[in-house]
Nanobody
Framework: DVQLQASGGGLVQAGGSLRLSCAASGFTFVDHAIGWFRQAPGKEREGVGYISNKDGITDYADSVKGRFTISSDNAKNTVILQMNSLKPEDRAIYYC?????????????????????WGQGTQVTVSS
């Protein structure tokens, strides 16, 4: 069975950092892209960024560029979302998701509908 397990959420002050992990199993990790999404209270789920596990291609939402970094460890089937300079508006439940990777999909993978498999979320709260 495909499993995606997000962890590492918590409470942090504005300006601080958090490191989220997404542990994956049940599929060929290197052939997939892992996306991070978030959903704030009363808002729609939105794309944060993604990484292609095969060649390390990443892309980020404009709202997090320069602050968030996604990396993957193919040996551990794990993707990390490093979040720095956190703002109160980053408060949300963060989810990781997986989809098969093809380079021609690179411009579409910030969209929810492109992902087949989803994990449960982890709560991130940023205090001002």
């Amino acid at each position: 069975d495909v499993q995606l397990q997000a962890s590492g959420g918590g409470l942090v002050q504005a300006g601080g950092s958090l490191r989220l992990s997404c542990a994956a199993s049940g599929f060929t990790f290197v052939d997939h892209a892992i996306g991070w999404f978030r959903q704030a209270p009363g808002k729609e789920r939105e794309g944060v960024g993604y990484i292609s596990n095969k060649d390390g291609i990443t892309d980020y939402a404009d709202s997090v560029k320069g602050r968030f970094t996604i990396s993957s460890d193919n040996a551990k089937n794990t993707v990390i979302l490093q979040m720095n300079s956190l703002k109160p508006e980053d408060r949300a439940i963060y989810y990781c998701a997986a989809t098969i990777w093809y380079r021609w999909r690179a411009n579409t993978l910030l969209q929810l509908g492109e992902y087949n498999f989803w994990g449960q979320g982890t709560q991130v709260t940023v205090s001002s």
